[in-house]
């Protein structure tokens, strides 16, 4: 009995036992997987332990995979979705109509499980998964889909009315396929997110339908503004038209249709400020279903829009949620790459500057690095704000002031954006990139401190960094792309770091001190996982805020069930390639959770499906990059750099071997910056580099501090000394070449170390003066 037979006897036959503890799917093919899954969703919550092991464990392949049907398991699985609703009380119908979209041949005749289906939901109260529902419901024909949508239709909204009209008005593969946008479920895995929205995108006639909606919402809007619709706090749009509404800019954000922005500056102040003095808002709900949109599918003027209503709005607890929800949108814009690039030039001229009068003076914004803002009379800069400015042009000074926040934020947003294209090595054609990025106002400040390559010649690329040379020329159709250091030869990354070290120049983010990360000998071995990361003490809560900050998702570990383990992923190189870093709880420390850090393993989309790959196969930059973002959060979350852990009892032996431990390649990248920075410090004649330590010679001892954890010993008996880190700080005129909280701090400690006579902290003299 081959394994798919083995499985569906032990699914179906309480009494059979599969003799494995935990059954391994990856042999069955996704047809196999698919005659399963309903014989899986027939087994109950009282079925005996070994079904339930099978279940779970089919269930969970079809969360990885994308499982096939043929006509008869899409009969079965309609069959068990009716046999399902006495013991659960609902029917998943996106998972049936999933089938629907997987099948293999000729669909079967399913009018009867379909009408059962229909008709036990819509005797329920509330009506869910609409879209499935008018799916399931056409294959019952005839009065189903009359009550169906007599049903749906209750709202009495003219824009429901139309989605609906829409909806039944489509082929049944389509509207198979808009059903995955009302997927609720987790028992089968959903196609990725960009994958349902760009495939729901390419519906004509939802795409029309989408710009139909968003454009009725913002005439209804401008209607109770002007006084013909009544105003009512929060009423403006119902509770499905809100869903609706969120849709339909999910599909025209997705397509990044030219009329969005004007649309947007309509309708987003028409459901946030309400057309009275009140502090409340025409709808609150479809304001936060926007920019839960824009979370997904992010644009430029959208963010901009967004932060315009976040000025004016007026109730009070409304900002501080833009203010959060606003965060992952930006994060979000610098993943999308495509349109992130795009900037406002916000009223900046040619070169960066902006001018606005205030009586007799002049504020100045000027965006060099970063933005600043400064005043001036009759021409003359002023150390500071004026006082008749404070007094009499609060509003602008204010307004200035967010203005510079601003432009910093989408500075940061264009700096992760670049970054974010190392994966897909994003190519820009030369014309465009020094118009739009090279030349913009805004832009430049970033763009002329990253190192670009330019294609002057098929296959002829030249590296240039705009800050230091003039632009070569090349046709308006050539290639430009960031430089990275994987492609270049060590003789031409040390020029980089040595011209970027002489010129003081401060790279947005790590360029030509970036790390790169090659395949092991040990990786060759294991071939289709990493474990260069694993068994690693860390602090859990820090590690997931920044599998947050970082682009990572990640369930959220904890003494419940299932929270013992699991994977944080990435997707990378434009959802081609899935990086997972496994990790589960080790023990708690107070309020603190510690994780242990396990294996790191790739996949590839193969036809819509992830496929395990070995290492060997994922190109280098995706490989390098992924790798070097799990070596930032061991970096910066490992028990090994934390002096709290000096005196713990079991993690204290983790904590002595990776605290000194051999240097990772982002601390060899820390130790390359420090070679050149050394010579140019005042302390240069009390400090050397000694394989992975920074030797500082005080005048009481002699220091090693170490270059991946910041901990320090002491010499000649390797004592070790504890610094909490407040207490050092580097002189804030020391030029890095790149930001590093960690390098910052080993200097920090450095400058502290060789004016040890000058200490008189007594906590830190106390431990100097017991050895010496």
């Known amino acids: 009995m081959d394994l798919a037979a083995r499985l569906m006897r032990a699914l179906t036959d309480p009494d059979f036992e599969l003799g494995e503890r935990w059954p391994d799917l990856s042999q069955i093919s996704d047809e196999e997987l698919g005659g399963l899954l309903p014989a899986a969703y027939r087994v109950g919550r009282s079925a005996p332990h070994s079904m ?36 659960r009380d609902w ?13 293999t041949g000729p669909l079967p005749d399913l009018s009867g499980p379909a009408r059962a289906l229909v008709e036990f939901l819509l005797g329920k109260d509330d009506v869910r998964q609409p879209y499935a529902l008018l799916a399931v419901a056409g294959l019952a024909g005839g009065g189903t889909l009359s009550a169906a949508v007599d049903r ?3 709202d009495g909204s003219p824009i429901v009315a139309d989605e609906i009209a829409v909806l039944t008005g489509l082929a049944p593969a389509e509207q198979a396929l808009l059903s995955e946008i009302d997927r609720d479920h987790t028992f089968v895995s959903p196609p990725p997110l960009s994958d349902v929205w760009r495939r729901a995108a390419d519906v004509p006639a939802y795409v029309a339908f989408a710009r139909r909606a968003l454009e009725a919402a913002a005439d209804r809007t401008d209607a109770i503004r002007a006084g013909t619709i009544p105003y009512r706090a929060d009423k403006a749009f119902t509770a499905r038209e809100v869903v609706t509404l969120g849709q339909a800019a999910r599909v025209a954000l997705q397509r990044d249709e030219r009329w969005l922005p004007e649309l947007f500056d309509r309708l987003l102040p028409g459901i946030a400020i309400a057309p009275t003095p009140a502090k409340t808002l025409p ?6 279903e926007l920019v839960r949109a824009a979370q997904d599918f992010p644009t430029p003027e959208l963010v901009t829009a967004i932060r315009t209503v976040r000025k004016d709005v007026r109730h009070a607890g409304v900002p501080k949620q833009l203010d959060k929800m606003l965060k992952k949108v930006e994060a979000a814009l610098a993943e999308r790459t495509d349109v992130a690039l795009r900037l406002p030039t916000l009223g900046f001229d040619d070169d960066g500057v902006l001018r606005r009068v205030a009586g007799d003076h002049t504020a100045v914004v000027t965006v060099a690095d970063t933005a600043a803002l400064t005043w001036e009379k009759d021409g003359r800069p002023l150390r500071s704000l004026p006082a008749a400015v404070r007094r009499d042009h609060a509003d602008l000074v204010k307004e200035l002031r967010d203005l510079v926040k601003r432009v910093g934020v989408q500075l940061g947003t264009l700096a ?12 820009h054609p030369y014309g465009r990139w020094r118009a739009e990025l090279a030349g913009h106002p805004l832009a430049r400040a970033v763009v002329r401190r990253l190192i670009w390559e330019i294609e002057v010649a098929p296959g002829d690329w030249r590296a240039v960094l705009p800050e230091a040379e003039h632009l070569p020329d090349a046709p308006d159709d050539a290639s430009v792309r960031l430089w990275h250091p994987i492609r270049s030869d060590p003789g031409t990354v040390r020029a980089w770091r040595d011209l970027l070290t002489e010129r003081r120049v401060r790279q947005p983010f790590k360029q030509a001190f970036r790390e790169i990360y090659l395949l092991t000998p040990a990786e060759e071995e294991t071939r289709v996982y990493s474990n260069r990361f694993a068994a690693h003490l860390v602090h859990y809560h820090r590690m997931f805020a920044l599998f947050r900050a ?18 944080a992923e990435r997707t990378l190189a434009a959802g081609e390639w899935r990086i997972r870093f496994f990790h589960a709880l080790a023990d708690r420390a107070g309020d603190d959770l510690l994780a242990a850090t396990d294996q790191v393993r790739f996949a590839r989309r193969v036809d819509g499906v992830w496929r395990e790959a070995p290492l060997a196969d994922v190109p280098l930059l995706v490989f390098s990059e992924a790798m070097r973002d799990v070596d930032l959060f061991i970096g910066v979350t490992s028990i090994a750099a934390d002096p709290d852990w000096t005196d713990r009892g079991p993690e204290r032996a983790y904590w002595e ?39 500082v010679r005080g005048g009481l001892r002699t220091y090693k501090i170490h270059l991946g954890s910041a901990n320090i010993l002491m010499e000649p008996d390797d004592a070790y000394l504890c610094i909490v880190p407040s207490r050092g700080r580097a002189d804030g005129r020391v030029f890095l070449p790149f930001e590093d909280d960690r390098l910052s701090l080993i200097l920090s400690k450095a400058f502290l170390l060789a004016a040890d006579t000058d200490i008189t902290d007594e906590s830190i003299l106390t431990q100097i003066e017991r050895g010496a």
């Open 52 to 87: 339930m092991t099978v279940r779970f464990a089919v269930e969970d392949a079809g969360r990885e995979r994308q499982p096939r049907y043929t006509p008869d398991a899409c009969r079965r699985m309609f069959e068990a979705l009716v046999a399902g609703t006495d013991s």
């Open 91 to 103: 029917a998943d119908l996106t998972l049936g109509v999933g089938t629907l979209a997987r099948c």
């Open 152 to 154: 749906l239709s209750r």
């Open 283 to 288: 709808s609150q709900a479809l304001l936060y």
């Open 416 to 427: 992760r954006a670049l970054e974010g294209g190392f994966t897909v090595d994003a190519v």
């Open 550 to 567: 970082r682009g990572w998702t990640s369930d959220r570990l904890g003494p419940w069930d299932g929270g013992g383990e699991d994977a």
């Open 657 to 695: 071997r990776a605290g000194f431990a051999e240097l990772t390649e982002s601390a060899e990248a820390r130790r390359d910056a420090l070679a050149r920075i050394l010579p140019r410090l005042k302390i240069a004649d009390r400090c050397s580099l000694d394989g992975r330590f920074l030797v």
